[in-house]
């Protein structure tokens, strides 16, 4: 069963709480929402997660929260990921349940998480699982205190789409301005100006966080070293990467892959 098969319905499950694990997760990549809020664990592996015309990467042992009736997709180019998805009713006038939060889960979280495996895809509603799972999102908050709001807004004005899939083609190139106002068909000062006002980026930032994104999914892999992944993400030298990393994160990669662990 395909994942949005499931959860097109899962809406019908009568049950305050429902746990989802998957090995190797099937992505069919199709917006949906529901009224329960959504949390996505990343064992492994990374994801991409697109909610309300943004895009969040998780990666490996991160988790985004989804608000209620938020339109989202997920999907990953990871051969394999191993996830857990909880879904939980909420008190919807609660502030912190109505924005998508994306956040590196401490160990204790973690090992709830994993313990929850137990009643995965269990539609019984039992009293032991009530009452651990209301335990672990009455805590949710105090885990999610530091977040990593990491995210590429993706603009609503059709004329940017064939700039910004240029940009996401050529990321790690040294992209001239005027060849992303070609592909627009735009001018230079009227595509800088459209990209600001739909995005709240200049088209040097979103480059930017689109290669510190790319790299952390290098990173999450372990299979490059972090020079390497400097250089393939278009950096002509390790402290050049390290800075951009840090100007973007508030921390180093060697910060982010003891996070991973």
Not at 9 to 28: L, S
Request: net charge positive.
């Amino acid at each position: 069963m395909h994942y949005s098969d499931e959860i097109l319905n899962i809406d019908n499950i009568i049950k305050p709480y429902f746990v989802w694990f998957e090995e190797n997760w099937v992505h069919d990549e199709q917006f949906h929402r529901h009224q329960k809020v959504q949390l996505v664990y990343v064992e492994s592996g990374f994801q991409y997660l697109t909610v309300e015309g943004k895009r969040y990467l998780l990666p490996q042992n991160h988790a985004a929260l989804i608000p209620s009736g938020a339109i989202h997709k997920t999907n990953s180019h990871s051969e394999k990921i191993r996830l857990m998805v909880l879904f939980f009713d909420v008190n919807k006038s609660d502030s912190f349940y109505q924005e998508v939060t994306v956040f590196n889960v401490p160990p204790v979280l973690k090992e709830m998480i994993k313990y929850a495996e137990k009643w995965s895809k269990s539609k019984e509603d039992t009293k032991d699982e009530a009452i651990f799972l209301r335990a672990l999102f009455n805590e949710l908050p105090h885990f999610v205190a530091v977040s990593l709001q990491l995210h590429i807004p993706f603009p609503k004005d059709k004329r940017l789409t064939k700039a910004i899939k240029y940009l996401h083609q050529h990321y790690a190139e040294e992209i001239k301005m005027e060849d992303l106002s070609t592909a627009a068909s735009l001018s230079l000062r009227t595509l800088e100006r459209v990209f600001k006002k739909e995005t709240g980026l200049t088209l040097a930032k979103h480059q930017q966080i689109l290669r510190i994104i790319k790299s952390l999914e290098y990173l999450s892999s372990n299979d490059c070293t972090i020079s390497e992944i400097a250089y393939k993400v278009g950096y002509k030298s390790l402290q050049a990467y390290t800075n951009s990393f840090q100007s973007v994160l508030q921390y180093r990669p060697t910060d982010f892959l003891r996070k991973i662990k």
